[in-house]
Each structure stands twice: as structure tokens, then as C-alpha cells.
């Protein structure tokens, strides 16, 4: 539980620095994502609205681009197709967002073209 609350008031925080980007891109089926960063925190949301559930046995992992390398951000819950992440580890100059579809549990690479990709806000 104080975990769960400490990842609520990261992520609050993010959306609320004096210094937060945005920018939101249409995914498939009509989704829409944001990626907000705070570069001041090192730190980045994806906000998704709209977006099909994954496969049976899949979920949606999140990806930073670190211009061609991609590092896990974290998985999206499965079962919600609206919803806020926040992303896993530090921003640290990443160029872009990944999202794909892989193995409940995610993977240490992606296995799966990805369903998006979306530049850092500037």
C-alpha cells in the first residue's frame, strides 16, 4: 500500500511540475496517448484513453527510445483501457515512447512490433 501511494504522488507530481511537457498522439483504434515529462524530475507519464485490451495472455509495455535502443518503461494493466502510468526509471534524454504487445509479465526486449511510437515532447 505505501508503495502504491508513493507511485500516486510520483506520478501526481509530474503532471503538476511547473515544468511538465505533453505532447498526444491518436494510436490505433482511435486511442489517444500523452506522454507528459518533467525534465526538473527526470520522469515521465503515459496517459491512454481508449485503447483495446490487449490479447488473452498479453500486455501492453511501455518502452523508452533511447534513439533506437529500447528500454523498458513498465507494463500497462490489461484489463483497463483508460489509464495513468507512471513510467519506470529515469528519462535520461530517451528521443521517443514505445508501446507493445508482449507476454503477461512483460520482456526484457520488445518481442512485437510496436502498436506506437511517439516523439518526447520538445
Not at 511501455?62 to 535502443?69: K, N, P, Q, R, V
Not at 495513468?84 to 528521443?95: K, P, S
Request: negative net charge; hydrophobic residues 40%; aromatic residues 4%.
Amino acid at each position: 500500500a505505501v508503495q502504491a501511494e508513493q507511485r500516486a504522488e510520483t506520478l501526481a507530481g509530474v503532471l503538476a511540475a511547473p515544468d511538465a511537457e505533453s505532447r498526444t498522439a491518436r494510436l490505433a483504434g482511435g486511442a489517444t496517448g500523452t506522454v507528459v515529462v518533467s525534465g526538473d524530475q527526470d520522469r515521465a507519464v503515459f496517459l491512454a484513453s481508449g485503447m483495446a485490451e490487449p490479447p488473452r495472455g498479453k500486455v501492453y509495455q511501455l518502452w523508452f527510445d533511447d534513439h533506437g535502443t529500447m528500454r523498458s518503461a513498465g507494463l500497462m494493466d490489461p484489463g483497463r483501457t483508460s489509464q495513468a502510468v507512471l513510467m519506470e526509471g529515469a528519462v535520461d534524454g530517451a528521443g521517443g515512447v514505445g508501446i507493445t504487445v508482449e507476454p503477461a509479465g512483460g520482456s526484457p526486449q520488445p518481442t512485437s512490433d510496436p502498436v506506437a511510437l511517439m516523439s518526447m515532447p520538445a
